[in-house]
């Protein structure tokens, strides 16, 4: 099973990747999705799961039995785009509040026990160098923050030109 | 005038507002504050007639939060469509972690604004341990209302800071860890959840 979080137009994004639409379970803008507050519910209110009733919040079951998390987002001042951005703040709950040391930081501990593979896919025509490098270092911070298994990144100008599931890598 | 402008979606009483209010009191100029949630355009006006800005925010999930996303870009659309003057924009970001080196990303998508908006990027600074501004004795927080000092005098003499700063509260790790792990337990007690509780897989 896998999780993929987009920020395509729902059409675009099956015609593009028929196979994942089909099997994956997909996390796309099918409606307003509000911010992240900061209230902490997710941790300390109804643990697992975000307090705001919008369906955008309440995906960390997913992820904790997917073998593979892709993220296709478009690159915005080297990060994700507001909407990609938005859900993953709404399910920090995946994980759990408390902390421990990893990798000689401060992270929080998982809730679940099986670790995702995190694949990224950013695009984007006016990416700068500089873009991309923070890019990917955000990718791999996500990753250790996640604690996923493995992170790997790819970009390109546009989603069709990145195409990864005709190129047969999924 | 200076515009601070408050980076975090939380209404009043969070950390960034604690920090914002600690900047405003070393800030020798006239300032002016600015929300992110809630914006029109009065606030692309406010911050037109600035010269300086200070963004404070939150770290979430290692960048910046998607409602200050959202607020840079309607701002870099108003400055390209308007053709707003120079301005000078500082930066401070917090989090909950220990380490303050952890906000460094989320700086470094400030200056990638920065240059889309055609703004002069004046650096920033990182703060670790902010979950202490809530709890702890001023004399812990010495670290970082020293570079949040340091960069009131910036802003002050109108001049970039060197790099990018990092502080953290004057505690050891460990000991910061504990503190936090035992603050966890005492937000979901206020919920009515016991400890094992936060452990549910829903």
Redesign the interface.
Known sequence: MKVVLHDLEPSRFESLYPKLARDSFIVGEEGPVR????C?GC???????CVIPDGYG?F??RL?ACGEYLILSRV????????V??V??RN?GYI??????RKG???HKP??PDRFRLRVFGYGEEV?P??QA?FR??AE??GL?LNAQSVTVRLGRSPEELAFEREGEL | MTALIHGSPKAAGGNSEKILQLLEKRLTGPCVRVDTVRTGPETWEALADCEAAVVIFPLYVDSLPSHLLRFFMEWEMDRREQQRRALSLYAVAQCGFYEGEQNRIALEQVSCFCRKAGISWQGGVGLGGAGGFAEMPEALLKPLTGVISSLAEAVNRKEELPSLQFASVGLPRWLYLAAGNQSWIRGAKRFGLKKRELYQKP
Do not use: Q
């Not at chain 1, 911010?35 to 900061?38: A, K, L």
């Open positions: 911010n992240c507050v900061g902490f941790w300390c209110k109804t643990p697992g799961k309440d960390g079951k904790g915005v001042y080297g990060g994700f785009s507001p909407f951005k938005n993953l703040d920090i759990l509040p408390f902390f421990e040391l930081e401060m992270h809730r679940y700068s500089e873009e923070v270092r955000l911070a996500n923050n």
